[in-house]
Nanobody, 124 residues
Framework: EVQLVESGGGLVQPGGSLRLSCAAS????????IGWFRQVPGKEREAVSG????????YYADSVKGRFTISSDNAKNTVYLQMNSLEPEDTAVYYC?????????????????WGQGTQVTVSS
C-alpha cells in the first residue's frame, strides 16, 4: 500500500520557521521524485518545491526561493521542506506527492500519489 504521510505543520509567527516531513512507503522511493504543493481554501493548489527527474534539478516556486529548502533522507524514505522567514501568505495546507516521472516538478499531473496534507498557519 502506497502511503505519503506529512507532518510538522502548525501555527508559527511571521518570520518563524517550520520543517515539514513527508514519510513515504509502498513504492520504490529512490526511483520516484517527491514534491510539495500547497492549497488555500477557494484557490487552486500550487507547486512549492520538488525534486525532478531532469538532470537532478530542483524546482522552487518564485514565492519561496531563498526561504524554503527541500531535502531528502533516502535511508528514511523521507523528504523534508525547511521553511524559513515564513509569511502570512504561506498559510495553507501543504501536501507532498510522489511521481514516477517528474520532468518539471510543478505540474500536478506529473505526480501519481498524494498525501493527506498538513496545515501550516502563519499568524501573530
Amino acid at each position: 500500500e502506497v502511503q505519503l504521510v506529512e507532518s510538522g505543520g502548525g501555527l508559527v509567527q511571521p518570520g518563524g520557521s517550520l520543517r515539514l516531513s513527508c514519510a513515504a512507503s509502498g513504492f520504490p522511493f529512490d526511483d520516484f521524485a517527491i514534491g510539495w504543493f500547497r492549497q488555500v481554501p477557494g484557490k487552486e493548489r500550487e507547486a512549492v518545491s520538488g525534486f525532478t527527474h531532469t538532470d537532478g534539478r530542483i524546482y522552487y516556486a518564485d514565492s519561496v526561493k531563498g526561504r524554503f529548502t527541500i531535502s531528502s533522507d533516502n535511508a528514511k524514505n523521507t523528504v523534508y521542506l525547511q521553511m524559513n522567514s515564513l509569511e502570512p501568505e504561506d498559510t495553507a495546507v501543504y501536501y507532498c506527492a510522489a511521481g514516477g516521472w517528474v520532468p518539471t516538478g510543478y505540474r500536478e499531473w506529473e505526480y501519481d500519489y498524494w498525501g493527506q496534507g498538513t496545515q501550516v498557519t502563519v499568524s501573530s
